[in-house]
């Protein structure tokens, strides 16, 4: 089984383009999903979407041309056109691949590197894609052990210490533009989901009043009463027109797919406005507003790259965390291959019965001359003996409970000496990655 991934990040692809690739719409992504696994050679996928990536994560029988199947998928579903997307992104195979996503995982290529709201959201992917049957064993193995891998990151590097997110990169930016303090300012706030309620705690620490705009009026004045320390007003959806053009500072963070901020809603003001739309795609529509900034995500950058400098020494330790996790993630997944460990339960059981038949030739218990045919009746009376255990092996090793079970009769047999073969090609695709990350990163 390999594996295979298409990348489409902040890194390699402008938001314009990130918003057309954006799955928030489940129809959508099921529809995906299902022409994604019509693909013959694709046996499982995930597809992870967030407001600075979308990552297709799939096993597939073989990796020769899947990309442009997968790209052209992408393009079908999306409407995006196929030139596009093979002008941007990143295709990564097998060992660059699990390598990828357990960096992703572990926050080491996030916009703001170390956020942790990231590991929810793969999570939540995987979740979907699994409980719709879109993914299975193959994928499952992939993500419990990113998730493993991120935990390591984050209890043995100080990458999460203080952890900061879009919403709080957001916030400390008004808090900049505004003279260092909030305190006596009221902020707008679109969106009741886990960016939004960010962008509120971030608000409030800052010292900020509220005015959170949902649709769910029960569901904002659960959410409010979570913020403490300042006044946090419910107002329903309705109101929102009119907020607009009364308060100087917004956030949006919906997950709609057409922007709820239109350019009909916007009025003229005689004071400035600062507007932060950090909801992928976009809440607020595209057009010339004189007296408003408006920042997206993509223009967060700035303050980004200082956390960059800030967390580099925490990153250089995380990404050799990340490394050794992919190379145990071979060495594992190699020990689990049912046909290595069957050739050598026979070996084991050859070289006993090869033992005993010496030494009772030895002792005088068989004489010499019968040694051929005894060593071959003992040798079929093994094979007969294991022909049931191999067929149930065989028949398991796609299922779920395989790993379990492989893992079992290792220790019971004391099996390992296949386990380190066919590895020197993910350590070396695993240097090259370690080496193309610190030229990147200087």
């Known amino acids: 089984m390999r594996y295979m991934i298409a990348s489409f990040t902040h890194k390699n692809t402008n938001i314009e383009t990130r918003e057309k690739l954006s799955f928030s719409d489940k129809a959508l992504l099921k529809r995906f999903y299902d022409k994604l696994l019509s693909l013959a050679p694709v046996h499982e996928a995930v597809v992870v979407s967030t407001c600075n990536r979308v990552e297709v994560i799939i096993s597939t029988s073989e990796v020769e041309g899947v990309d442009s199947q997968l790209l052209r998928t992408i393009s079908e579903v999306t409407g995006v056109s196929l030139s596009e997307l093979e002008g941007k992104g990143a295709i990564y195979t097998d060992a660059n691949a699990i390598h990828h996503i357990f960096s992703v995982v572990s926050s080491l290529d996030s916009l703001v590197l170390g956020e942790t709201q990231i590991v929810g959201q793969v999570k939540d992917a995987f979740s979907f894609s699994y409980d719709n049957g879109y993914s299975g064993q193959k994928i499952a193995r992939v993500m419990h052990n990113a998730f493993r891998c991120s935990a390591t990151v984050r209890n043995a590097t100080d990458i999460s210490k203080n952890p900061i997110s879009v919403a709080s990169v957001a916030v400390a930016r008004a808090k900049e533009i505004f003279g260092g303090n909030l305190g006596g300012y009221s902020a707008v706030v679109v969106g009741t989901g886990e960016m939004g309620e960010l962008a509120c705690k971030h608000l409030a620490n800052a010292g900020a009043n509220i005015i959170l705009v949902t649709r769910n009026i029960e569901k904002g004045q659960e959410m409010a009463k979570r913020i403490d320390n300042v006044t946090v007003t419910v107002e329903p959806f309705s109101e929102l027109p009119q907020l607009l053009n009364h308060y100087r500072l917004l956030f949006s963070a919906t997950s709609a797919t057409e922007p709820v901020i239109r350019a009909d809603m916007i009025e003229e003001t005689t004071f400035e406005r600062h507007w932060f739309d950090i909801a992928i795609p976009r809440d ?114 796609d299922q779920p409970q395989a790993d379990t079970v492989v893992q079992s009769i290792q220790l019971f047999f004391g099996l390992n000496s296949e386990q380190r073969k066919a590895l020197d090609t993910y350590k070396c695709d695993y240097q090259i990655e370690k080496d193309l990350y610190k030229k990147e990163n200087g």
Not at 339 to 355: G, L, V, Y
Request: proline share 4%; hydrophobic share 35%; with cysteine.
């Open 284 to 397: 607020i529509e595209d057009g010339d507003y004189p007296d408003i900034t408006i920042y997206a995500v993509d223009d967060l950058r700035t303050i980004m790259h200082q956390n960059l400098k800030q967390r580099e020494s925490s990153a250089m330790k995380a990404y050799a965390i990340v490394g050794e996790f992919t190379e145990d993630f071979f060495k594992w997944l190699q020990s689990l291959s049912v046909d290595p460990m069957i050739r050598e339960i026979r070996d084991m059981a050859r070289n006993c019965s090869s033992k005993e038949l010496q030494r009772a030739i030895k002792k005088g218990y068989v004489p010499k001359e019968y040694e051929k045919q005894i060593e071959k009746i003992i040798h079929q009376a093994f094979n007969s003996f294991l022909h049931k255990p191999t067929t149930v092996l065989k028949h398991i090793a």
